[in-house]
C-alpha cells in the first residue's frame, strides 16, 4: 500500500510533477507528528540514545528521507520539500490557538 507521500515522490522522480508541484502539495498537507515527548534532562536523553529508533511512519516526511538516502530525490529537491513541510507544519501551530479559542 502506497501512501499520498510516496505517490508524490514516484512523480518528483519520473518527471510527472515537478519539484514546485510536490511542495505546493506539502505545504497544503496535515503531517503527522511524533507523539515521543522529548527528554527533559541528560539521563532521559542517555536512556533515549539506547533504545531502537521509532519506525518510519506511513504519509511522513520519513518517506521522503528514506527516498533521499535512497538516492531518489536530489539533494536541492530534498531542501525544497523540507522547507514546504516546515512550512505546514507551522501553518497548522498557528491555526491550533485559533481553533481553542474559537471553541471557547
Request: hydrophobic share 35%.
Amino acid at each position: 500500500m502506497t501512501s499520498e507521500v510516496t505517490n508524490l515522490i514516484i512523480a518528483l522522480r519520473d518527471g510527472t510533477m515537478s519539484v514546485e508541484e510536490v511542495a505546493q502539495r506539502f505545504r497544503n498537507r496535515s503531517w503527522p507528528r511524533s507523539t515521543a515527548q522529548p527528554p527533559t534532562t541528560y539521563l532521559e536523553l542517555a536512556a533515549r540514545a539506547q533504545e531502537d529508533p521509532e519506525p518510519d511512519i506511513p504519509g511522513s516526511f520519513d518517506e521522503v528521507t528514506a527516498a533521499f538516502y535512497r538516492g531518489e530525490i536530489a539533494d536541492t529537491d530534498y531542501e525544497v520539500l523540507a522547507q514546504a513541510m516546515a512550512e505546514s507544519k507551522r501553518a497548522e501551530d498557528r491555526r491550533r490557538p485559533e481553533e481553542s479559542s474559537d471553541s471557547a
